[in-house]
Protein backbone atom coordinates (compact mmCIF):
# COMPACT_ATOMS: atom_id res chain seq x y z
CA UNK A 1 0.00 0.00 0.00
CA UNK A 2 0.83 3.57 -0.72
CA UNK A 3 0.71 6.45 1.15
CA UNK A 4 1.40 10.20 0.17
CA UNK A 5 4.15 12.48 2.32
CA UNK A 6 1.41 14.60 3.67
CA UNK A 7 -0.37 11.76 4.80
CA UNK A 8 1.78 10.33 6.64
CA UNK A 9 1.75 9.55 10.78
CA UNK A 10 4.38 9.08 13.56
CA UNK A 11 4.61 5.59 14.44
CA UNK A 12 4.10 4.62 10.40
CA UNK A 13 6.67 1.83 9.28
CA UNK A 14 8.08 2.95 5.91
CA UNK A 15 10.23 1.73 3.12
CA UNK A 16 13.02 3.12 2.32
CA UNK A 17 15.75 2.15 0.00
CA UNK A 18 14.36 -1.44 0.52
CA UNK A 19 15.03 -1.04 3.75
CA UNK A 20 12.16 -0.45 6.38
CA UNK A 21 12.29 2.44 8.68
CA UNK A 22 9.64 4.16 11.74
CA UNK A 23 8.33 7.51 11.25
CA UNK A 24 9.57 9.70 14.44
CA UNK A 25 8.74 13.09 13.29
CA UNK A 26 7.03 15.19 10.67
CA UNK A 27 7.26 18.47 9.67
CA UNK A 28 5.42 20.08 6.40
CA UNK A 29 6.55 23.10 4.80
CA UNK A 30 4.82 26.64 3.59
CA UNK A 31 4.89 26.14 -0.10
CA UNK A 32 7.46 27.52 -1.47
CA UNK A 33 8.74 29.34 -4.33
CA UNK A 34 9.06 26.38 -6.58
CA UNK A 35 4.56 26.02 -6.02
CA UNK A 36 5.17 22.88 -4.02
CA UNK A 37 4.77 22.15 0.15
CA UNK A 38 8.04 20.37 1.30
CA UNK A 39 7.87 17.19 4.05
CA UNK A 40 10.74 16.76 6.26
CA UNK A 41 10.59 13.13 8.00
CA UNK A 42 13.10 11.92 10.41
CA UNK A 43 13.00 8.18 10.22
CA UNK A 44 14.71 5.40 12.48
CA UNK A 45 15.71 1.19 11.53
CA UNK A 46 17.48 -0.11 14.52
CA UNK A 47 19.36 2.58 15.95
CA UNK A 48 19.87 4.58 12.88
CA UNK A 49 18.34 7.60 12.64
CA UNK A 50 17.36 9.63 8.77
CA UNK A 51 16.22 12.89 7.84
CA UNK A 52 15.24 13.16 4.45
CA UNK A 53 12.93 16.00 2.30
CA UNK A 54 10.64 15.26 -0.34
CA UNK A 55 7.54 17.02 -2.18
CA UNK A 56 4.35 16.65 -0.40
CA UNK A 57 3.15 14.49 -2.47
CA UNK A 58 6.13 12.01 -2.85
CA UNK A 59 4.61 8.31 -2.86
CA UNK A 60 6.34 5.99 0.11
CA UNK A 61 5.28 2.74 0.34
CA UNK A 62 3.93 1.40 3.83
CA UNK A 63 4.86 -1.94 5.48
Not at 4 to 24: H, P, Q
Not at 34 to 59: C, F, L, Q, T, W
Amino acid sequence: MKKVARDLKEGDDIRIADKSFKVLRIEISEIGKHGKSKVRIEAENNGDKIVIIRPDDYPFELL
